[in-house]
């Protein structure tokens, strides 16, 4: 469902099916790429990002045109059509499921500094302890 306030920051990960490894070195250059550059129709293009082997941490500003629903679906698609034109035979595929939570303005820093340590996280945690973490 569209939401009408216009500064609403969301934290978004997606995962891969079955949390497999399915995104390779060569392919994170790419999805980078894609994701720092979303063609969303909104004032301010602002994005902070992790890519991980099996999962993706987007930090975004929401869009006023789109749910969190859509948003999911819309950067998968985009992953998957960049890596098929860059010539992968592949894109990962993509579990349905996702976690989203909103931040607030004065948390963002702290959440865009999150993002920056999940490759040093994960070397501790797995994604699965992640998610059961936030009770997924």
């Known amino acids: 469902m569209p939401h009408s306030h216009s500064n609403i920051w969301t934290h978004l990960v997606l995962w891969t099916k079955g949390h497999a490894p399915l995104i390779n070195s060569e392919m994170v250059g790419y999805i980078k790429k894609v994701l720092e550059e979303l063609p969303l129709d909104f004032y301010e293009k602002q994005t902070h990002l992790s890519v991980l082997p099996n999962h993706i941490h987007l930090l975004i500003k929401l869009p006023g045109n789109l749910s969190v629903d859509q948003l999911a679906s819309y950067v998968q698609q985009l992953i998957c059509n960049k890596l098929v034109e860059e010539g992968f035979e592949n894109c990962p595929e993509w579990d349905e499921d996702y976690y989203a939570h ?7 820093s702290t959440e865009k500094s999150l993002l920056d ?3 040093y996280k994960h070397k501790e945690i797995s994604l699965e302890e992640e998610l ?5």
């Open 102 to 108: 909103s931040v607030s303005l004065n948390r963002l």
């Open 117 to 119: 340590r999940q490759e």
């Open 132 to 136: 059961k973490f936030l009770g997924l």
